[in-house]
């Protein structure tokens, strides 16, 4: 069972577009909603983080929206940069453990 | 500050042997995790640990073993590879009290199970 589905799987965007990633989870004991970053060879990092109680948070030109009652939330990068280019992960979590999406491929092209 | 190392980076299995992946980190978290990563699958919880002596199952725990006999350290053992154990596996840990939603993340060992 699946409790946290990505999409989409692969993503192209042109430098200085917007990059758009979505995530839907099952479980709404799930009470923290981190989204990971990572670069080819290298484990996944933290970027942005959300808990329920909120509806948007902001960090730089990464932004998470969060909709309680759809059980979804989305991360959105404006302004896409070449450097942002990586797999992209969200996550749920209860519990200290996390369940994560099946990640997101983000190609940034110059 | 190293943070969470791994090692090795690469290995090759012959089905049925065995090894130990290495992993530790040395900021003081109390919580370490393993996880295994495949091919459009995202990162499946193999084992975990909230301190020294303690430890519990994850999503997908078939086919590993772990120990955490010190703070630092939280070595992951499988006894019988198997093909299906293909993947890269990425340690990571937390901290419970200071910071306990963040996971920081290992660089990662590839391992192939022929």
């Known amino acids: 069972q699946q409790q946290v589905k990505q999409s989409p799987q692969s993503l192209i965007v042109q430098k200085g577009g917007i990059s758009i990633i979505n995530c839907a989870y099952e479980?709404?004991?799930?009470?923290?909603f981190p989204w990971y970053q990572q670069f080819p060879g290298k484990g996944p990092a933290l970027l942005i983080a959300?808990?329920?109680?909120?509806s948007e948070k902001k960090e730089g030109r990464f932004t998470i929206s969060f909709n309680k009652s759809a059980k979804q939330f989305s991360l959105h990068i404006m302004d896409s940069q070449p450097g942002d280019s990586a797999t992209y992960f969200c996550?749920?979590?209860?519990?200290?453990?996390?369940?994560f999406g099946s990640g997101t491929r983000l190609l940034v092209r110059p | 500050n190293a943070g969470v190392t791994q090692t090795p980076k690469f290995r090759i299995l012959k089905i049925g042997q065995s090894m130990t992946l290495q992993c530790a980190q040395d900021?003081?978290?109390?919580?370490m995790y393993w996880y295994r990563q495949d091919p459009g699958m995202g990162l499946k919880l193999i084992y975990y640990?909230?301190?020294?002596?303690?430890?519990d199952k994850g999503e997908v725990p078939n086919g590993y073993n772990v120990s955490r006999s010190t703070t630092e350290d939280f070595p992951l053992r499988l006894e019988l590879a198997a093909p299906s154990q293909t993947s890269v596996y990425f340690c990571a840990s937390s901290h419970r009290d200071r910071d306990p939603d963040t996971q920081y993340f290992g660089p990662g060992t590839r391992l192939t199970v022929l």
């Open positions: 640990s909230v301190g020294a002596g303690i430890t």
């Open positions: 996550a749920a979590s209860k519990y200290d453990k996390l369940i």
């Open positions: 479980n709404t004991a799930f009470d923290y």
């Open positions: 959300i808990r329920p109680d909120v």
């Open positions: 900021m003081n978290h109390n919580y």
